[in-house]
């Protein structure tokens, strides 16, 4: 029973945590690390199962807005996400179930190196890495821009780690309670000082305008007509922003891309100093690609998505032969 309710708890404040209050993830990590030392003393198949239940519970509180997705989709998602979280487990209790004192090190170097790793394939779910929780918290994590978020990562564990010592045996360890105060509040000082406090740096200010086209225009020809005459006489800044997939598919090689530019390049003509960035489908021989494109009046610039959501809007060639799972997007080095 208490186990069910370390679960629960976990998934509870897994999700509140992810969309809500990043804070709270460092309580739940550490009722994850408490769910996988108190099973290191059970077979292996025991383990097997407990953990990948948590990895699950974990996916599922987490990307629950997957289901709204596809039903075979999200599963496929929550499934082989877990599958892969659960192999750095696994290995850290094939070291460390007999060396109690190496699980620390070994669950954060394995864990560490599995997120590593897990954002440079094709099936890279990079969204789900520890340290991006704090997304909804930015602000006490501005020391990110110096470490990278993989260390936001080392930091939710490692206070996690020091919650569990800190509470062990329902006994209060005075020591370890400094140690995580130390190591939570030094950081999150630092970061609300680089926040609230102009840095020299950075004491310019970039104003930007956001366009949301509406849902009635429906062709490229009609969606950049209705930016113009929207935007020609508002007082614009110097930089415009559309949405992502504002454009549908445009063929960079069909003459027919000019009329779906026309009303693009008629309002850079009135607003010469304005840079226009917006999201587009570019199609080229019979391929896909979502890009976002860059736009003056005298130059444009276009860059490829690298990083794609798995099976969504990409499919590696591997699951494309053995499920027959087509891929909405392709790749382009």
């Not at 599922?60 to 998602?77: H, K, N, P, Q, R």
């Not at 922003?241 to 309002?267: A, R, T």
């Not at 304005?274 to 276009?302: A, H, Q, R």
């Not at 998505?305 to 591997?318: A, H």
């Amino acid at each position: 029973m208490r186990l069910l309710l370390k679960y629960f708890s976990f998934g509870l404040l897994s999700f509140i945590s992810w969309n809500y209050l990043g804070i709270l993830f460092i309580p739940a990590i550490s009722l994850f690390l408490s769910i996988i030392i108190q099973s290191l003393k059970k077979k292996w198949y025991v383990f097997l199962v407990r953990v990948f239940l948590l990895v699950l519970l974990f996916n599922i509180s987490v990307t629950f807005w997957l289901m709204g997705v596809t039903w075979w989709e999200s599963t496929l998602a929550y499934f082989g996400n877990s599958i892969v979280m659960t192999i750095p487990i696994f290995i850290t209790y094939l070291i460390a179930r007999n060396y109690k004192h190496y699980f620390l090190i070994t669950f954060l170097t394995l864990w560490t190196l599995y997120e590593i790793l897990h954002t440079q394939w094709d099936l890279a779910w990079s969204w789900l890495t520890f340290g991006h929780v704090m997304g909804n918290m930015h602000y006490l994590v501005q020391w990110y821009s110096f470490t990278g978020v993989y260390s936001g990562t080392i930091w939710i564990i490692l206070l996690a780690w020091l919650l569990n010592i800190t509470f062990k045996s329902n006994s209060f360890n005075k020591k370890y309670f400094t140690l995580f105060s130390v190591l939570m509040f030094i950081p999150i000082l630092l970061s609300l000082q680089l926040y609230f406090i102009p840095q020299p740096n950075y004491a310019n200010i970039n104003n930007i305008t956001t366009y949301i086209p509406s849902e009635k225009n429906n062709t490229n020809y009609q969606k950049t007509k209705k930016l113009y005459y929207d935007l020609e006489n508002y007082n614009t800044s110097q930089l415009i922003v559309c949405p992502e997939v504002f454009l549908n598919p445009v063929n960079i090689y069909s003459n027919f891309q000019q009329k779906h530019f026309f009303y693009l390049n008629k309002l850079l003509d009135k607003k010469l100093n304005t840079t226009l960035v917006f999201g587009t489908e570019l199609k080229s021989n019979s391929k896909l690609f979502n890009s976002v494109f860059i736009k003056t009046k005298d130059e444009s610039l276009y860059r490829i998505k690298q990083k794609f959501v798995p099976i969504r809007e990409f499919t590696p060639q591997l699951f494309q032969n053995t499920l027959n799972v087509p891929t909405f997007y392709s790749k382009n080095k």
